[in-house]
C-alpha cells in the first residue's frame, strides 16, 4: 500500500510543481484523489493525501492562494482537515449529502477556523 501510495501522492506533488514552473500549462492524475487521509492517519482506503500533499508544495513554492475544488461524491474530508486553519487554501467540496455517505461530513456549517478567511491582500 505504501509504494502505490506515494507514487500516487508523487505524481500529483509533480504535477503541482511542472504547472509552478511552467513546464506544463496543465496536468492530471487519473490515480489521485486521494482525498480522505487525514494528516498522520489514513483513512477511507487512502493511506497518503496527493492532493493536500500537492497544495502544501505550491505554498512552498511560493503560491499566495491555492483553491481546491472537490468533485467527488464523498467529501474531501483529510484536504479541509489538512487546511482547516490555513486562509491561504479554499477548499470547496461537491459531494452527495452527508448523511447518507461516507465519510458523514461536509456540512454547510463547516467553513473552517474562525477567521480563516481573512487573509488579507
Do not use: K
Not at 508544495?57 to 492562494?65: D, K, S
Amino acid at each position: 500500500m505504501h509504494e502505490v501510495s506515494a507514487l500516487i501522492a508523487g505524481q500529483s506533488v509533480g504535477a503541482a510543481e511542472a504547472i509552478w514552473r511552467g513546464e506544463a500549462a496543465h496536468a492530471v492524475n487519473f490515480s489521485g484523489g486521494l482525498h480522505h487521509a487525514m494528516p498522520g492517519a489514513a483513512s477511507g482506503f487512502c493511506v497518503y493525501n496527493d492532493a493536500s500533499l500537492a497544495i502544501a508544495r505550491l505554498l512552498e513554492l511560493g503560491a499566495e492562494r491555492v483553491a481546491y475544488v472537490d468533485v467527488d461524491v464523498h467529501h474531501g474530508d483529510g484536504v479541509q482537515a489538512a487546511f482547516w486553519e490555513d486562509p491561504r487554501v479554499l477548499t470547496v467540496s461537491l459531494h452527495e449529502h452527508p448523511r447518507t455517505l461516507f465519510p458523514q461530513t461536509g456540512w454547510p456549517e463547516e467553513t473552517g477556523a474562525a477567521g480563516a478567511g481573512e487573509a488579507g491582500p
